[in-house]
């Protein structure tokens, strides 16, 4: 990786993601594609523009001579139930124009697929890498198509596209958003400034979890792994650990005292109880030596820290 072009660069995964490349390659070799929001304070280099625009991602990546593109930017689950022609613009479309600009420019892709892949009719317990991918989601519908035109493009022109299929990731750098398992962030922020939470989904709802330091490290290593030694070119399953909203509450307890937690299941439990409770992943760790470091407990000490921290500088 030389030049690197990151869309969705301010997200969840691109907060942390662009931090650590700029540590890794300079910070003089990292693009930002910034639409609507920019962080306060940020220091790199920016450019403007929307992923739906092929002409413009074109001439961004003609300009900067970019050789890898992190194309991240994407519409969540929740807000893509709520405007599921703009998910399918954003999160299906935009990925065929970076698809296409790849064929004649040859630079390499990374593009995150989800658990939201699963269905109802996929099996829950240790979702196997191949198994039956049937959504009832539009975000699961987008990624579902787009694992498949990855593919299609690896085989038909060579694009080199590589994919994980992100579990629920907890950060502390970007704010919450629309995920459906970003009540496990929220979560942090309300019991600290409040010791009360109202959690969207209910007790026992157990989904795959990974906390954000493991997840940025997994996708730069897949970037840097030998093509040879991969055999996915769907997207590889991507686990660490699983939990229920009340195993979270447990772990907070231990930090706030006097914490409480009132379970209100909205539109988010339909989403959760299509997506596993734990999946195999033994063929990223097999593939590209994938391997996490975070537990729950670990996990839950870190957040609380630093989103703590966050609060008192506000």
Not at 183 to 192: E, G, K, L, W
């Amino acid at each position: 990786m030389k030049k690197i072009l990151v869309t969705g660069a301010f997200g969840l995964v691109g907060t942390d993601l662009v931090e650590a490349l700029q540590k890794q390659y300079g910070r003089e070799n990292v693009i930002c594609l910034g639409h609507s929001v920019v962080h306060e304070g940020f220091d790199g280099i920016l450019v403007k523009g929307s992923v739906t625009d092929k002409e413009g991602l074109a001439k961004i990546i003609d300009d900067h001579q970019i050789d890898t593109v992190f194309h991240l930017a994407g519409i969540l689950s929740g807000g893509s139930e709520k405007n599921p022609q703009l998910a399918w613009e954003v999160n299906y479309l935009s990925l065929k124009h970076v698809l296409d600009l790849a064929i004649d420019r040859k630079f390499k892709i990374f593009w995150p697929s989800s658990i939201a892949a699963f269905g109802t009719t996929t099996p829950k317990h240790n979702t196997p890498q191949h198994t039956v991918l049937e959504p009832t989601t539009m975000y699961g519908v987008n990624k579902v198509s787009g694992e498949l035109l990855c593919q299609y493009y690896n085989l038909k022109y060579g694009v080199d596209v590589r994919s994980v299929r992100y579990p629920g990731l907890l950060g502390y750098k970007a704010a919450p958003g629309a995920g459906t398992t970003e009540y496990a962030i929220q979560i942090f922020y309300d019991a600290i400034k409040t010791k009360h939470f109202e959690c969207f989904l209910k007790e026992g709802t157990s989904l795959p979890m990974m906390y954000m330091e493991d997840a940025i490290k997994g996708t730069i290593d897949l970037m840097n792994a030998d093509s040879r030694n991969l055999t996915v070119r769907t997207s590889y399953n991507f686990a660490a650990f699983s939990f229920a909203p009340e195993e979270l509450v447990a772990e907070i307890k231990k930090l706030v005292p006097g914490f409480t937690c009132e379970y209100k299941p909205d539109f988010h439990q339909a989403i959760a109880d299509s997506w596993p409770t734990k999946i195999d992943d033994s063929q990223a760790r097999k593939d590209w030596g994938w391997k996490h470091t975070y537990g729950l407990h670990e996990m839950a000490i870190d957040m609380f820290k630093n989103i703590k921290i966050k609060i008192q500088k506000a």
